[in-house]
């Protein structure tokens, strides 16, 4: 049996979960077997049986505190694991997955392939591609504890959808206690915009822009395309964008379908950031800007008369669909 950690935030499924249990159904499928998720929350039962539609048999409801606690959600998935007698289980390398995996992988005494780009290439012994070295190579990971798990990288595994309904059943773990606990003091919500650790577009700028003033094409071009905003560290450093903005080695790590970076030269601290993203696409007056050689498509221009003039051949596309 394979089984599937699904995140959820306030009461709705993240899109990793999909990705998730879509990627566990097709290694299930590999290993003739089935797919068991377990969810901890308050998600609907109606969305706990739609995880069917992606390949999941049965889902375990974990009722509990929806506030991250790495621990507690580390034993519950182990309850769950040794309920189902899984010897797979599998969860998003998000950072919630960061948190709960390792913590998950001493209870269950198992191997962790943490950042996985791609199915496993073997189930025996099991062997899963990752990247390695600032994602500028890539390493094949052995496990070979006869529980494994491994940790999806969000966007590397695409969703599928199919038909079908999962039963519901309300788990009690025998033991979820930690010996530890976290206190939320504050919680800051982004309302209508597109989360950067989940988007699939992102629209970056970088000191290029002169001025936080300037940002407002940059943000009417992610509204086009339905992407999140984004920002280097200099940019964050000094004001202009939240530091939730920064990508980056030392920000937040994305693997957007689409990352287009405006006025952003490229710095290597940058790039480990961003570069799992399948396509990039930079915008920079200096050509000899360091992320034109790591970029799939490149513009040199002024970024205030390219973007104005991409913004609007955007609407047109958009408006002619």
Same mark, same amino acid.
């Given at each position: 049996?394979?089984?599937?950690?699904?995140?959820?935030?306030?009461?709705?499924?993240?899109?990793?979960?999909?990705?998730?249990?879509?990627?566990?159904?097709?290694?299930?499928?590999?290993?003739?077997?089935?797919?068991?998720?377990?969810?901890?929350?308050?998600?609907?039962?109606?969305?706990?049986?739609?995880?069917?539609?992606?390949?999941?048999?049965?889902?375990?409801?974990?009722?509990?505190?929806?506030?991250?606690?790495?621990?507690?959600?580390?034993?519950?998935?182990?309850?769950?694991a040794q309920k189902e007698?899984?010897?797979?289980?599998?969860?998003?390398?998000t950072y919630t997955g960061?948190?709960?995996?390792?913590?998950?992988?001493?209870?269950?005494?198992?191997?962790?392939?943490?950042?996985?780009?791609?199915?496993?290439?073997?189930?025996?012994?099991?062997?899963?591609?990752?990247?390695?070295?600032?994602?500028?190579?890539?390493?094949?990971?052995?496990? =070979?504890? !006869? $529980? @494994?798990? *491994?940790?999806?990288? /969000?966007?590397?595994?695409? %969703?599928?959808?199919?038909?079908? #309904?999962?039963?519901?059943?309300?788990?009690?773990?025998?033991?979820?206690?930690?010996?530890?606990?976290?206190?939320?003091?504050?919680?800051?919500?982004?309302?209508?915009?597109?989360?950067?650790?989940?988007?699939?577009?992102?629209?970056?700028?970088?000191?290029?822009?002169?001025?936080?003033?300037?940002?407002?094409?940059?943000?009417?071009?992610?509204?086009?395309?339905?992407?999140?905003?984004?920002? =280097?560290? !200099? $940019? @964050?450093? *000094?004001?202009?964008? /939240?530091?939730?903005?920064? %990508?980056?080695?030392?920000?937040? #790590?994305?693997?957007?379908?689409?990352?287009?970076?405006?006025?952003?030269?490229?710095?290597?601290?940058?790039?480990?950031?961003?570069?799992?993203?399948?396509?990039?696409?930079?915008?920079?007056?200096?050509?000899?800007?360091?992320?034109?050689?790591?970029?799939?498509?490149?513009?040199?221009?002024?970024?205030?008369?390219?973007?104005?003039?991409?913004?609007?051949?955007?609407?047109?596309?958009?408006? =002619?669909?």
């Open positions: 049996m394979v089984l599937v950690y699904t995140e959820s935030w306030e009461g709705k499924f993240k899109k990793a979960t999909f990705e998730a249990v879509s990627y566990a159904a097709e290694v299930a499928k590999k290993l003739g077997t089935g797919v068991v998720a377990v969810s901890i929350g308050n998600v609907s039962p109606d969305d706990l049986a739609a995880l069917g539609k992606y390949g999941a048999t049965k889902v375990l409801s974990a009722k509990g505190d929806t506030t991250l606690q790495p621990g507690s959600w580390a034993a519950i998935i182990a309850g769950a007698n899984a010897k797979l289980v599998i969860l998003s390398h960061k948190s709960v995996a390792p913590r998950l992988a001493v209870r269950l005494k198992a191997g962790l392939a943490a950042g996985a780009v791609q199915l496993p290439s073997s189930l025996s012994p099991l062997t899963v591609r990752k990247k390695c070295f600032s994602n500028k190579g890539f390493t094949d990971v052995t496990v =070979s504890t !006869p $529980v @494994a798990l *491994i940790a999806i990288t /969000p966007n590397s595994y695409q %969703v599928n959808t199919g038909s079908g #309904t999962a039963a519901v059943e309300e788990f009690n773990p025998p033991d979820s206690s930690t010996g530890g606990s976290l206190t939320c003091k504050e919680t800051k919500k982004a309302t209508g915009k597109v989360a950067l650790t989940e988007a699939e577009i992102v629209v970056s700028g970088g000191r290029g822009m002169k001025d936080p003033a300037n940002w407002g094409m940059l943000e009417e071009m992610a509204g086009i395309l339905g992407a999140a905003t984004a920002c =280097s560290k !200099p $940019v @964050a450093d *000094i004001g202009w964008r /939240p530091h939730h903005e920064h %990508v980056g080695q030392t920000g937040i #790590t994305i693997g957007a379908n689409l990352y287009i970076a405006v006025g952003i030269s490229g710095a290597i601290q940058h790039l480990a950031g961003v570069s799992s993203s399948k396509v990039m696409v930079v915008i920079n007056s200096d050509k000899e800007a360091p992320f034109f050689k790591a970029a799939d498509y490149g513009i040199v221009g002024d970024a205030f008369e390219v973007v104005p003039r991409l913004n609007a051949a955007l609407k047109k596309l958009k408006s =002619s669909s």
